[in-house]
């Protein structure tokens, strides 16, 4: 049983990194025997990884033609957001009452970091700062299974690389002031529900700056016809 399941592990990470990392497309088939030839491993973990990134939102089993790749449309793309957001409000909110002295003094590095990265125009590491300053934060999370739900989310839209550099240059200062703020309202020990509802936001102006900014941004694709 330990075997099956490191192969069924195996299988799904692979695969899932490949998804993220743009190697596979959407749209792209995913053919379990050439899957299975490509990784040595037989046909039955590769289908059990495939039914894993199904329920997770990464890939879509059409009938008679099997796995595909499921791209991010817009409507898909905003429905995401509004999902993550709420997640991520209440893992901030939880995180909050966990988070000591140190644990804000570090924060507010990463946030300084990102702060300067925006100011050299250093988008990569903007980014970078911006992923770290949300994973060092729930780090003081206690609730596991949300936290893996935000982690799924968070895959799911990098598969959108390159936007992150537009939106980072149209709405990057006001992240890092909206850091801050999360900082010190957590100091503060203002009540959880109101650093959720900050927290929540935070993430949803994501949204407001797209339907704002469209046409200066990339386009997201439209939803095909169902």
């Known amino acids: 049983m330990a075997t099956k399941l490191s192969k069924h592990e195996k299988a799904y990470s692979v695969i899932r990194q490949r998804i993220i990392d743009g190697e596979y497309e959407p749209g792209a088939r995913l053919v379990i025997p050439r899957l299975a030839g490509e990784l040595a491993?037989?046909?039955?973990?590769?289908?059990?990884?495939?039914?894993?990134?199904?329920?997770?939102?990464?890939?879509?089993?059409?009938?008679?033609?099997?796995a595909r790749v499921i791209g991010m449309d817009y409507e898909a793309w905003e429905s995401a957001m509004h999902v993550l957001s709420l997640l991520e409000g209440?893992?901030?909110?939880?995180?909050?009452?966990?988070?000591?002295?140190?644990?804000?003094?570090e924060l507010r590095e990463i946030n300084d970091a990102m702060r300067n990265a925006l100011a050299t125009s250093d988008i990569a590491l903007a980014k970078a700062s911006n992923r770290r300053f949300h994973?060092?934060?729930?780090?003081?999370?206690?609730?596991?299974?949300?936290?893996?739900?935000?982690?799924?989310?968070?895959?799911?839209?990098?598969?959108?690389?390159?936007?992150?550099?537009?939106?980072?240059?149209?709405?990057?200062?006001?992240?890092?002031e909206e850091h801050e703020q999360i900082l010190r309202m957590?100091?503060?020990?203002?009540?959880?529900?109101?650093?959720?509802?900050?927290?929540?936001?935070?993430?949803?102006?994501?949204?407001?700056?797209?339907q704002q900014n469209r046409e200066l941004l990339p386009t997201l694709p439209r939803a095909r016809a169902r």
């Open 41 to 66: 491993i037989s046909a039955l973990p590769i289908r059990e990884a495939l039914r894993r990134l199904e329920a997770e939102g990464f890939v879509q089993f059409d009938r008679n033609v099997g």
């Open 90 to 105: 209440y893992a901030t909110a939880l995180a909050a009452r966990h988070l000591t002295a140190d644990d804000i003094g």
């Open 135 to 176: 994973v060092r934060l729930y780090e003081a999370c206690p609730n596991d299974d949300l936290m893996s739900l935000v982690r799924i989310g968070w895959d799911r839209l990098d598969a959108l690389r390159g936007w992150d550099v537009y939106y980072l240059l149209l709405r990057g200062a006001h992240i890092v």
């Open 186 to 210: 957590i100091e503060s020990d203002e009540p959880p529900a109101e650093i959720e509802a900050y927290a929540r936001d935070h993430k949803l102006r994501t949204v407001d700056v797209y």
